[in-house]
């Protein structure tokens, strides 16, 4: 029986909005006003095989940004529950867990931590990632002061250097000067062929094509399809020209 990597079921997550609210209205005479609730992910349930690489897709809004985050532990699902079985998930995408007043190097070893792997583990890896970083002495500054660009170089560096059991990807070879985009996705070739298990989150079908093993669609927080690459792409395509 095919060992599993991951298992979502009947994950829920809501965010609560709170973009109407103010001082002045919570403290109206009409009493305290409740945020409005939005649910983000709505009762998904999947598993997926270790080894394996599964894309997502669905258009812009519908939870896959919030369900790799999840899966990555930064949120807690309101119902329902993950497990990937010990093994450790890393979130690829800009600056996630990063504090702007430490400086790069700081915040190699804060991610290393936070991913679960030793001080010596990352320190030994130290100087492989500011080397891919490309940041050179920037790495010794606070990343506060880094542009979008620097920050998307060493948060892409940390993932993909750290060896984590499962990767997480969200759209983060769409950012970065040419030359970074370049190096990054033959390098995510590199990771995706060497048997880790990843979930990827792409509008770029090509992409998804090329790797992925089976591809999960979900539309307006819900389940919609999960199968074949090619077969869910197709019916996704069909979806968008609606």
């Not at 699902?77 to 430490?102: Q, S, V």
Request: charged residues 25%; aromatic residues 8%.
């Amino acid at each position: 029986m095919p060992e599993l990597a991951l298992e979502v079921s009947h994950v829920s997550i809501d965010y609560k909005d709170l973009s109407h609210m103010s001082l002045h209205k919570s403290l109206a005479k009409d009493g305290v006003r409740k945020a409005s609730v939005f649910r983000a992910v709505s009762d998904l349930s999947f598993t997926l095989e270790k080894g394996k690489i599964l894309g997502i897709v669905g258009r812009n809004g519908s939870g896959k940004t919030t369900l790799l985050r999840s899966v990555a532990g930064i949120f807690q699902p309101d119902e329902g529950y993950i497990d990937t079985f010990g093994n450790r998930a890393a979130l690829m995408a800009i600056g996630i867990g990063f504090n702007g007043n430490n400086t790069g190097r700081e915040n190699i070893i804060r991610s290393g931590m936070l991913l679960g792997c030793d001080l010596k583990y990352v320190k030994d890896r130290m100087d492989a990632i500011i080397e891919f970083s490309e940041l050179g002495d920037f790495i010794e500054r606070p990343v506060r002061t880094y542009s979008s660009g620097m920050y998307s170089k060493l948060s892409f560096a940390v993932t993909a250097i750290l060896d984590t059991d499962i990767m997480l990807v969200d759209e983060v070879l769409a950012v970065g000067d040419e030359h970074f985009r370049q190096k990054s996705y033959k390098k995510m070739e590199e990771l995706m062929m060497s048997g880790r298990t990843v979930l990827i989150v792409s509008h770029a079908t090509g992409t998804l094509e090329k790797f992925c093993d089976q591809v999960l669609w979900i539309n307006d927080s819900k389940f919609m399809m999960l199968g074949d690459t090619s077969t869910v792409l197709k019916e996704y395509n069909k979806s968008m020209q609606l």
